[in-house]
């Protein structure tokens, strides 16, 4: 997998060019990867995230 990649720099106000941003960073991320690794990185971050959360609002 190619996580190398550095992550874009993400505006305070999340505009639209943003979103451009994100997508294209996905883009080469994913191009050289197989669906499966694709499916793989996908669960991995979203664990990532939702722990995140969990965590967030465990301390409110």
Known sequence: MNNTL???DIS???TVED???IR???HERYKSMTPQE???DTHQRAEKFLA????SD???
């Open 58 to 60: 465990a301390g409110r």
């Open 52 to 55: 995140l959360m969990n965590k």
């Open 12 to 14: 305070p106000n999340f």
């Open 19 to 21: 979103i451009r941003k």
């Open 38 to 40: 694709i499916c793989e």
């Open 24 to 26: 294209m960073w996905n």
């Open 6 to 8: 550095p992550c874009p």
